[in-house]
């Protein structure tokens, strides 16, 4: 299964146009009205990487393929979602089902949008969620609680991991997320097997008007300050903006972002941000028939890397030979890296790295 961003927020805070516009097309319903998103939209949206061009240009490759990261659309919640308020039950299952959350907050005044608490306010929109995120997981660790209660009377081995239950529903019940707890911790342990909404990565998408493009108002430092006390990041974007620019081709996208100031697309940090968020990265291949930017987890060994290109190169592994991007940018050739010594060759234990450009040897 392909790791998953979901796209969450309250009602007309921007969700759908934002995934209309990453996507480019109009398969979200974009209205004004609660709940115009019932079913998740879900959407493949290319991450923007400019060592791509950038190889094609040296090898002469016939195309480029850009990796790639899932975007899925939900239902917008409301207070009392974790209670089955709104659409709160459909809500909270699809979020389970994503593996990192960004989380969209309405950052414009509009009398024409209609907002469900009456105005915008980030911190109080931002905790509305927070708070029902984090009964929904009480809810689910209150069920779990009783299990753990039982082996750990009959297996005194278990008594840290109900300990470690019993302080993840403490924080829970004050509003606190599980991200509080430090990863490996055994609280965090208990979150991530118990699949807890607030053990996701979480990012903050701050959704402005065209009037802030260059100087996003106080609404935005709200988000800031709230992401600042959690570690977690923002992106700052227009969506109505953004939606244009997404029906424009690259030159004309260039030229309107040239004239707003804008020096790169909010969408385009939003999926790097998103993929960041995932814990994937990317590992590059160039060719004549293309150069193709390769998903996978950090951490992941040579093998398996491959076996993301064929299943039978991973059988097959013999070697991975293997080019720093930069120097791949400084030696231009296959033989002038030869030449200086700047091809590697790594075996079954090799950890991918970001950006190697790699030609993989294998029995057939």
């Known amino acids: 299964m392909a790791l998953s961003c979901g796209i969450v927020g309250l009602p007309n805070v921007g969700k759908s146009t934002i995934f209309n516009a990453l996507t480019r097309s109009a398969q979200a319903l974009a209205a004004n009205y609660p709940f115009a ?3 998740p939209n879900v959407g493949e949206v290319a991450v923007p990487d400019d060592r791509l061009r950038v190889l094609e240009a040296l090898v002469h490759s016939e195309r480029i393929v850009p990796a790639t990261v899932r975007f899925v659309d ?31 907050v309405r950052c414009f005044e509009d ?3 209609t907002h469900v608490e009456g105005s915008p306010d980030p911190a109080r929109d931002i905790e509305i969620i927070s708070i029902e995120l ?19 009377r009959a297996n005194p081995k278990r008594r840290g991991a109900l300990e470690a239950a019993q302080n993840l529903i ?3 019940e004050t509003g606190k997320s599980a991200r509080t707890f430090a990863a490996g911790s055994p609280e965090r342990e208990i979150a991530l097997e118990s699949f807890l909404l607030t053990a996701k990565p979480l990012l903050y998408v701050a959704n402005i008007d065209e009037a802030q493009i260059g100087k996003p108002g106080p609404l935005v430092d709200a988000v800031r300050a709230v992401a600042a006390e959690d570690g977690s990041a923002v992106v700052v974007l227009c969506g109505k903006i953004e939606s244009e620019l997404a029906g424009l081709s690259e030159e004309e996208a260039r030229e309107f972002c040239a004239e707003l100031g804008i020096e790169r697309s909010g969408l385009d ?14 590992f590059l291949t160039a060719g004549e028939k293309e150069v193709r930017a390769w998903t996978i987890t950090k951490g992941t060994k040579a093998p398996q890397a ?16 293997i080019v720093s991007y930069d120097d791949y940018v400084q030696y231009k050739t296959m033989d002038a890296l030869k030449n200086a010594g700047k091809v590697r060759s790594e075996g079954k234990d090799y950890i991918m ?11 057939v």
């Open 37 to 39: 998103t019932i079913e």
């Open 74 to 104: 939900i239902a917008g919640l409301v207070r009392g979602a974790s209670t089955g308020q709104g659409l709160g039950n459909a809500f909270l299952s699809h979020i389970r089902e994503t593996d990192a959350i960004a989380m969209v």
């Open 111 to 113: 009398d024409n949008v």
């Open 134 to 152: 984090a009964l929904a997981d009480l809810a689910t660790m209150q069920k779990r609680l009783d299990k753990l209660e039982r082996e750990a």
């Open 170 to 172: 403490a924080a829970l």
């Open 269 to 282: 940090e939003l999926a790097l941000r998103a993929y960041g968020l995932l814990g994937l990265m990317t």
């Open 306 to 321: 491959a076996g993301k290109i064929h299943g039978d190169i991973e059988r097959g592994f013999i070697r991975a030979e």
């Open 353 to 363: 790295q970001e950006g190697d450009v790699v030609n993989f040897r294998f029995n």
